[in-house]
């Protein structure tokens, strides 16, 4: 397993942007995909983005496409989510997540496929 932690979040208005980072522990980064997940009071955990190992594979949710983009830096065992054009609805708690990949460099977009999480940073877009 590895540790994750984010940074990066805060408070920004409609239409700004934001870059999250997430930190991980450990010397096999590159054998993991990595994904970002948001959840906004009361509502269900929601998949945003995901990035296979060697960042040739990405995904994103349906909100987010053409907003954001992941990427990662395997030499720094980091994974950034670029938010741009941000809107009142993206406000949540963003969750980095690791997956072990080995060799496969197709990530995951579901909870379930994620064994690895970070404690979340709050992301919070005013009008």
């Known amino acids: 397993q590895v540790q994750l932690v984010e940074s990066g979040g805060g408070l920004v208005q409609a239409g700004g942007s934001l870059r999250l980072s997430c930190a991980a522990s450990?010397?096999?980064?590159?054998?993991?995909?990595m994904g970002w997940f948001r959840q906004a009071p009361g509502k269900e955990r929601e998949f945003v983005a995901a990035?296979?190992?060697?960042?040739?594979?990405?995904y994103y949710g349906d909100s987010v496409k053409g907003r954001f983009t992941i990427f990662r830096d395997n030499a720094k065992n980091t994974v950034y989510l670029q938010m741009n054009s941000l809107k009142p609805e993206d406000t949540a708690v963003y969750y980095c997540?690791?997956?072990?990949?080995?060799?496969?460099?197709?990530?995951?977009?579901?909870?379930?496929?994620?064994?690895?999480w970070g404690q979340g940073t709050q992301v919070t877009v005013s009008t």
């Open positions: 990035i296979g190992w060697s960042g040739g594979s990405t």
């Open positions: 450990g010397r096999t980064f590159r054998r993991y995909a």
């Open positions: 997540a690791a997956e072990y990949a080995y060799n496969n460099d197709v990530p995951g977009t579901r909870e379930a496929d994620f064994g690895s």
